[in-house]
DNA sequence: TTCCCCCGTCGAAGCGCTTCGACGTCCCGC
DNA sequence: GCGGGACGTCGAAGCGCTTCGACGGGGGAA
């Protein structure tokens, strides 16, 4: 293994010019650093992490926490995963993966063995048990989604509360009296997930404003669960005309079976959904939805974490405004329908 | 932060005596060990990381590699990565998360700067560019997935021209005389991917071994692809009784897609799919299926790692036997269709 | 009884890097 | 012309842990 000292050697400086050469935190000539960085080249050094780790007490990892429960959809997960990874890169840091699992022992560990710098913890709860102690480690950390009560915690999330009024909204200004909201499995509900029982509250707060006649059902996912939430939907509300689906997997099902039970969409039935877009447009019928900007909330996850690393004020709670995109799965009620 | 001699004073020991009783390299009195654990506890001590990791050269964190290449699907890998994750951890080790991306400098840098003691590859191609630099590397390395050349390195995975010739050999048995294998999309057997290209080697060899008429259709995994394919397969092999489905977003759709011609499954047309269970149980058919044994192979992927770091043997080629799971998507050929 | 070896423990020497204080040199301002 | 910065570099002191060699004491074998 070629060391800070062989590189040294061959520069003809001491390390700690070697040093400082590669992190700038001191002034280093211009032909002094050159000659540096060739012999970095030649040798092929690479500082060993574990030794940076132990004399700056920096790690440049950080810890992802992902989910693994029921209920939630894989691809948003591994689309975050990737796009904090990719951010970390650009900050040079990487990423530990630690599964939801592990729970708040894991945190502890990771923290305070100082594997880590800082930790991004996703699918948060209203009530999530690790609170306490993220708010109590010694390390900063970025949640991914709002608890009830964020105090002292910087928190990301799309404002699904907004997302849940606008699909009302859209319906509402189409016309549309009679809508329901067709949702996650009832055990994410059950265990508080936040931005599921946001959407609800979007969703209902608005359908109250605008008059319409509303109703919310938790649904599984499955065809089969598909088929029996339209035919109750149609027999319970005849008169309904709007769906908005925050249920990934279930959305297509949910579509064929209102297509089965003789409604087209969106003659009959207007269709909004809160899913990604890569969902959303590939869909038989492509259903005009709000994006879930994973991509998006994953690198602003990492910037404001790099922000609390080094120091720099961040805002504690970002909630990014949702965006509908219009593919044609919403109409105008009609009359007839 | 404190440290191992914090617990050392507390518990009248020396460091090292603390040291060897954590790790069990030297005998240690039982009197002894029980005063260092209680100190321990007492005073909430975690072996710093770095620290560890530069005395004792083993960082005990393993990097992932995760594709994000188009048409691979995305459950799977996060299947994978969890039970990596989980393995690991029986093994008392971390999981740093890398994707496909950072290619083969990334790998490179985490190996050489000591970040990592060992390494996990995910979706190899036959004639993967990273094969040479991981037999070069110092640290060992796990594939799951099997190059066209693997010698020299450690290798797992389902065994997927078994896979192929095991959905041949059911339709076979059960009297079908045309069959069909829908792969995955075009640009997956493109680049190489190995175990595509097996699905479809086992497949034919089976075919041509059981004088099957057969035909191979990579496909792209949209609804609209789906119903082209049937339409077209129901065109050119009209005698078609039976279809092997290697897609897995495609396979409901492509169910539909004939269903909606007019065939029904299994009493017109029998489906065989590989594909993880969750997917071919909880769709509106369910389907017979080879699972993908996801949850195995990264479990076994890290216990390979673990006996390569401790110099144990262990095998170069690792082939899980595929098992099929009957689900009722298959029927005996009628002599009417 | 004597010798040897193993058990249990200690002290010290690093692991490879960062960082702090120090020091010479050069240049600017007065 | 001289004092004082800034600049550029060096040496040394750790960061917190593991591990190696050493050593005293006790027990078994001869």
């Given at each position: 293994?070629?060391?800070?000292?062989?590189?040294?050697?061959?520069?003809?400086?001491?390390?700690?010019?070697?040093?400082?050469?590669?992190?700038?935190?001191?002034?280093?000539?211009?032909?002094t650093r050159r000659r540096v960085e060739e012999?970095?080249?030649?040798?092929?050094?690479?500082?060993?992490?574990?030794?940076?780790?132990?004399?700056?007490?920096?790690?440049?990892?950080?810890?992802?926490?992902?989910?693994?429960?029921?209920?939630?959809?894989?691809?948003?997960?591994?689309?975050?995963?990737?796009?904090?990874?990719?951010?970390?890169?650009?900050?040079?840091?990487?990423?530990?993966?630690?599964?939801?699992?592990?729970?708040?022992?894991?945190?502890?560990?990771?923290?305070?063995?100082?594997?880590?710098?800082?930790?991004?913890?996703?699918?948060?709860?209203?009530?999530?048990?690790?609170?306490?102690?993220?708010?109590?480690?010694?390390?900063?950390?970025?949640?991914?989604?709002?608890?009830?009560?964020?105090?002292?915690?910087?928190?990301?999330?799309?404002?699904?509360?907004?997302?849940?009024?606008?699909?009302?909204?859209?319906?509402?200004?189409?016309?549309?009296?009679?809508?329901?909201?067709?949702?996650?499995?009832?055990?994410?509900?059950?265990?508080?997930?936040?931005?599921?029982?946001?959407?609800?509250?979007?969703?209902?707060?608005?359908?109250?404003?605008?008059?319409?006649?509303?109703?919310?059902?938790?649904?599984?996912?499955?065809?089969?669960?598909?088929?029996?939430?339209?035919?109750?939907?149609?027999?319970?509300?005849?008169?309904?005309?709007?769906?908005?689906?925050?249920?990934?997997?279930?959305?297509?099902?949910?579509?064929?079976?209102?297509?089965?039970?003789?409604?087209?969409?969106?003659?009959?039935?207007?269709?909004?959904?809160?899913?990604?877009?890569?969902?959303?447009?590939?869909?038989?019928?492509?259903?005009?939805?709000?994006?879930?900007?994973?991509?998006?909330?994953?690198?602003?996850?990492?910037?404001?974490?790099?922000?609390?690393?080094?120091?720099t004020p961040c805002p504690e709670a970002t909630?990014?405004?949702?965006?509908?995109?219009?593919?044609?799965?919403?109409?105008?009620?009609?009359?007839?329908?």
């Open positions: 293994m070629v060391k800070i000292t062989d590189v040294a050697r061959h520069a003809g400086v001491s390390p700690s010019t070697v040093s400082y050469a590669l992190s700038g935190k001191r002034p280093i000539s211009e032909e012999s970095i080249r030649r040798l092929g050094y690479r500082p060993h992490a574990g030794a940076r780790a132990l004399a700056s007490s920096r790690s440049n990892v950080l810890a992802l926490v992902v989910p693994l429960r029921a209920g939630i959809h894989v691809p948003v997960v591994m689309q975050f995963a990737v796009s904090v990874v990719t951010a970390a890169r650009l900050h040079d840091h990487d990423v530990l993966l630690l599964t939801q699992e592990e729970g708040e022992e894991g945190l502890r560990r990771v923290a305070d063995t100082a594997l880590v710098d800082a930790l991004i913890v996703m699918d948060v709860q209203l009530h999530d048990p690790r609170l306490p102690l993220l708010r109590a480690l010694d390390r900063p950390s970025v949640l991914i989604g709002f608890p009830a009560a964020p105090d002292g915690l910087t928190c990301i999330d799309l404002d699904f509360e907004a997302a849940g009024e606008l699909c009302v909204e859209r319906l509402a200004g189409l016309g549309h009296r009679v809508v329901a909201l067709v949702g996650s499995p009832p055990e994410v509900y059950v265990r508080g997930t936040a931005f599921a029982q946001r959407v609800v509250r979007g969703f209902t707060a608005a359908a109250d404003r605008n008059g319409l006649a509303s109703s919310v059902h938790p649904c599984e996912a499955s065809p089969a669960a598909a088929r029996r939430i339209a035919e109750r939907l149609l027999r319970e509300q005849p008169a309904l005309t709007g769906v908005v689906v925050h249920n990934e997997p279930l959305l297509e099902p949910l579509i064929d079976a209102f297509e089965q039970l003789g409604l087209r969409v969106p003659a009959d039935l207007s269709v909004t959904a809160i899913c990604p877009d890569e969902l959303a447009g590939n869909l038989r019928v492509p259903v005009t939805s709000i994006a879930i900007p994973s991509a998006e909330v994953g690198g602003r996850a990492v910037d404001l974490l790099m922000r609390k690393l080094n120091g909630l990014l405004t949702p965006a509908m995109t219009e593919r044609g799965s919403t109409a105008p009620r009609t009359l007839t329908s």
